[in-house]
């Protein structure tokens, strides 16, 4: 069973806001299933050779400029909560 | 005529004909949303004007002789997909009045084709489900049987495909989400091979499960989607150069294997019955059955449920309330983070938040997250074996049938356990199709089709056969 506390520290890691009640909630679900995840230590021991990866390959393309309309830059803009003229705003963080 | 009962084939038949226009069929299926969807809630918004606007266009096509199979005919699209200019809300508060800036790859290469976009269909948020009652925004009652769930996350297209709703729909299966709900709703569902899709455009999930494919109510007419969605995409660098080839594959003498851990404990009888019901059909089509063991399907769910909340905590991340999305004010910028996270996502897609920040955090990476990974490892090589000796896997697509409202919404691992079939797949990046092959009652029950990487062509063929012999 993880503790309240566990359950907090993992929360914030997150950057997650969670009430009281669903901390309580959490605890008892994660602990659950935490535990269902106990049945891979059955599982054959696989060598970590094993994850090669050989069958992935590096995917690269030119590194160039391709103009776009600017509509595409203020529709994402105006899809901020927070902006001014052209530009996202952001709390100080300093 | 009912136009709305239509396949992609009848329809296209119809409008090459001039029977009928795109106009009509269009408009016979908004009628229909306006009149059935309140009690279905297949649908969280109807795109009329666009669907229209394509649907006139698309009848300028067909009048000029320049048109497609796909051309006019009318489709929904998972609400996680975007249509540029149309809300997008991946069925959460937090993207609630999201409006997508451009349309995913997919959604790009229907419009390409003439496509007529109805809509923006129900799921579970963010895709987190097994039975769309996580959408933050009701659940979608199945067709078949209004108390109970269409199955997740594809609720929406799967049960507007259902109920005449729409010709086919787009979904995304990132652990079963095509194939369980098109086997909840007596529809056929694919699930296509790592790689084979774009998956530009679609909110991510789990970015090395999640695969977008059709919903249809033929085998035929999910090919003849799939087709058009398929092949490689500069916009996603884990789409493969990939050109699906029809193939005619004879039942006769194809070796089917049909693993024994499929039908172990915490299967429903009745579902067992059906299914194997369908597989003796195979056998008296001529072909050969053959049992196998996949002695990883054990660890699958667990696996899967280590690796898909990981990936989710990670893309998640993003909805921070800066970018996009619901914003919560507070005095600081942790607190704005805090705050938009806590108010705007449900309960399910914490959970997994929590679980994958758990499972990636210093201490416990190495338990969970890098055994997970070579678990992942083992059930890859576990099939590739299984594909040295049989040509095909049958099983089935979920232990129970479609279950009722609420039955499991306080056990999140009994939820869990309704995907024991089908995560294996995306976990091995393989491809995989749920066809209806009977009924408990009303119930549909699917039977699951399992191919090689890439190996569509050849599920598709026998699906078309197995549909025939189960008529």
Redesign the interface.
């Known amino acids: 069973m993880i503790s309240k506390e566990e359950?907090k520290h993992?929360?914030k890691?997150?950057?997650?806001?969670?009430?009281d009640s669903?901390v309580e909630?959490?605890q008892k679900?994660?602990s659950?299933?935490?535990e269902?995840?106990d049945?891979?230590k059955?599982?054959?021991k696989?060598k970590?050779s094993?994850?090669n990866f050989k069958d992935i390959q590096t995917?690269t393309?030119i590194d160039e400029i391709k103009e776009k309309d600017s509509s595409?830059a203020d529709?994402?803009v105006a899809?901020?909560?927070?902006k001014k003229d052209s530009s996202?705003k952001?709390?100080?963080?300093l | 005529m009912d136009l709305t009962s239509l396949t992609i084939k009848q329809a296209h038949e119809g409008l090459k004909n001039k029977d009928f226009t795109s106009v009509d069929l269009t408009k016979a299926y908004l009628d229909k949303i306006k009149k059935e969807d309140k009690d279905i809630n297949a649908y969280l918004s109807v795109t009329e004007k666009l669907a229209i606007k394509q649907a006139e266009e698309a009848d300028r096509r067909i009048a000029s002789g320049n048109f497609t199979e796909l051309t006019g005919i009318p489709c929904s699209i998972k609400d996680a997909i975007m249509v540029e200019g149309e809300k997008c809300t991946s069925a959460s508060k937090i993207l609630e009045n999201?409006?997508a800036?451009?349309d995913a790859t997919v959604i790009k290469r229907l419009k390409e084709v003439g496509a007529v976009i109805l809509g923006k269909t129900n799921l579970d948020e963010f895709a987190m489900g097994g039975s769309g009652e996580n959408s933050a925004f009701g659940v979608t009652k199945n067709p078949h049987d209004k108390t109970r769930v269409a199955g997740g996350s594809s609720s929406g297209p799967a049960a507007a495909v259902a109920a005449d709703m729409a010709c086919y729909s787009l979904g995304s299966d990132t652990g079963g989400s095509i194939r369980l709900p098109s086997s909840f709703c007596g529809v056929v569902g694919l699930k296509p091979t790592y790689g084979s899709v774009s998956r530009y455009g679609l909110i991510a999930f789990g970015s090395s499960l999640d695969q977008i494919g059709p919903i249809a109510k033929t085998v035929e007419d999910a090919k003849i989607v799939f087709k058009v969605l398929s092949g490689k995409d500069?916009m996603d660098?884990?789409s493969v150069d990939y050109k699906f080839k029809d193939a005619k594959v004879d039942i006769k003498g194809l070796k089917i294997g049909v693993p024994k851990e499929y039908f172990v404990k915490g299967i429903d009888p009745e579902v067992e019955k059906i299914v194997r019901d369908a597989i003796k059909k195979a056998k008296d089509g001529g072909a050969e059955i053959v049992e196998i063991s996949l002695?990883?399907v054990?660890?699958a769910l667990?696996?899967y449920?280590?690796i898909a909340p990981s990936e989710a905590?990670a893309n998640l991340?993003r909805f921070?309330?800066?970018?996009?999305?619901?914003?919560e004010p507070a005095e600081?910028?942790?607190d704005?983070?805090?705050?938009t996270?806590?108010?705007g996502?449900g309960?399910e897609v914490?959970?997994r938040?929590?679980?994958g920040?758990?499972?990636l955090?210093s201490g416990y990476y190495d338990a969970?997250y890098k055994?997970?990974?070579?678990?992942r490892?083992?059930i890859k090589?576990d099939f590739a074996k299984a594909f040295e000796k049989v040509d095909l896997i049958f099983t089935p697509v979920s232990p129970v049938p479609a279950i009722k409202i609420g039955e499991n919404t306080d056990d999140?691992?009994a939820m869990?356990l309704m995907d024991i079939y089908t995560v294996s797949l995306n976990l091995a990046g393989l491809p995989g199709i749920s066809i209806p092959v009977g009924k408990i009652g009303e119930l549909p029950v699917g039977l699951q089709i399992i191919g090689n990487h890439f190996q569509e062509n050849k599920i598709l063929s026998v699906a078309e056969e197995m549909e025939k012999l189960v008529k």
């Open positions: 359950v993992i929360a890691l997150a950057r997650l806001e969670l009430k669903e909630k959490m679900d994660l659950e299933i935490l269902y995840f049945l891979l059955k599982a054959p696989m970590e094993s994850l995917i393309r595409m529709k994402l899809q901020a909560p927070d996202i952001v709390k100080s963080i | 999201y409006v800036p451009y500069e660098a884990t002695p990883s054990e660890f667990a696996c449920y280590i905590s991340a921070d309330g800066i970018k996009y999305g619901l914003s600081n910028l942790l704005v983070y805090l705050k996270k806590g108010q996502f309960d914490k959970r938040i929590m679980i920040t758990y499972t955090s969970y055994k997970a990974q070579l678990v490892q083992f090589e999140p691992l869990y």
